[in-house]
């Protein structure tokens, strides 16, 4: 049986209609990949991924959200994303329409497939993503537009200002700091404090995508 991933990939080649429009790649927390879809946060509540999709997708964006399932490795996810991402670029979908947005353990797995594609014109969001174990140990060659979001009470993801830092790949580089006070809570459900930056994000360096009205403030 194929793979959530592969089913992607498989989808993102073979639709016709890929090119012209703006695609986010959605990379989920380690929580949905534990307890699936649903998944229920005993600190945090519920994981509302589905309407996280939703709204990514809200503003025109064709959304490509795979699960991934059980103790998946992060290296091997990260290219599953560089294929489905290959996918889209060999069916003609340009570099600058597609952005890749990883929440907590799904950015660490976008980080990964930063440095193996090397490609500068992609755009990545990374959501509670930043901390000492990253700047050390992961210590990512990053490329290409990086958005970094994340929230001041979080224990977890902090600022990649230095994770970044000497990173010659790397087009551009801009920060969101939050204070919502839900600490890594605040990836956990659509909130217009990260959504409505990741979808402007995306429409600086490609299509121009709308701010649904109902993530306006």
């Known amino acids: 049986m194929l793979s959530a991933q592969q089913q992607e990939h498989d989808r993102a080649v073979g639709v016709a209609d890929a090119v012209g429009k703006p695609h986010v790649v959605y990379l989920h927390g380690k929580i949905v990949q534990q307890q699936g879809r649903n998944a ?21 964006a064709r959304v490509h959200a795979p699960i991934r399932t059980g103790e998946s490795d992060t290296t091997v996810a990260a290219e599953e994303v560089a294929a ?7 069916s003609g979908v ?29 755009r990545f969001v990374l959501l509670g993503a930043c901390n000492d174990w990253v700047k050390e140990e992961l210590d990512p060659d990053l490329h290409g537009h990086v958005l970094s979001i994340y929230e001041e009470s ?6 990649c200002k230095s994770v970044v830092a000497g990173k010659r790949g790397i087009s551009s ?5 939050l204070a919502t006070g839900l600490g890594h ?7 217009p404090q990260w959504v409505v930056p990741a979808l402007r ?10 701010t649904p009205e109902s993530l306006q403030p």
């Open 40 to 60: 229920v946060s005993p600190e945090y509540g519920p994981y509302e991924f589905d309407e996280i999709v939703g709204a990514l997708g809200e503003g025109g």
């Open 201 to 210: 994000w995306s429409a600086a360096h490609g299509q121009q995508l709308e």
């Open 94 to 122: 340009a570099a600058e329409d597609i952005t890749i947005v990883g929440a907590s353990l799904g950015s660490v797995i976008a980080m990964r497939a930063s440095a193996a594609m090397e490609n500068r014109s992609l």
């Open 173 to 177: 580089f801009d920060e969101v700091r």
């Open 185 to 191: 809570g605040f990836l956990y459900r659509p909130l």
């Open 84 to 90: 489905l991402v290959r996918g889209l670029l060999g």
């Open 154 to 159: 979080d224990v977890y993801g902090q600022s």
